[in-house]
């Protein structure tokens, strides 16, 4: 297993979608938080672990949905003008692709 900047960016990300959609559960009893936490974090810890296999694809789709829940939440943070958790996603996943732009 190869533990990139980007691997574990990827594994940081996908875990704090994961508790960000329960807590969005928690405190609002939001099941889109939760659905959408979970397949996201367990998408980018699946294509975490991928790329720490050193698949090539895993690097590629744990961007992709980086980037999709950067997108998501811009939209979010726009709408709601709330930093959080709009805010930390977006710092998230622009240092998920930090990350792996500086280890490719």
Do not use: C, D
Not at 35 to 56: H, K, R
Request: hydrophobic share 55%; aromatic share 6%; net charge positive.
């Amino acid at each position: 297993m190869n533990f990139s900047p980007s691997t574990i960016a990827l594994l940081v990300y996908g875990v704090v979608s994961i508790v960000g959609g329960i807590i969005g559960f928690a405190k609002s009893q939001s099941k889109a938080s939760i659905i959408s936490g979970s397949i996201s974090g367990v998408g980018l810890i699946v294509a975490g672990t991928a790329a720490a296999q050193n698949q090539e694809w895993g690097k590629i789709a744990g961007m992709a949905i980086a980037a999709l829940l950067v997108i998501v939440f811009i939209v979010r943070l726009i709408k709601t003008k709330k930093f959080m958790p709009a805010g930390l996603m977006i710092l998230g996943g622009v240092a998920t692709h930090g990350a792996a732009l500086l280890s490719a």
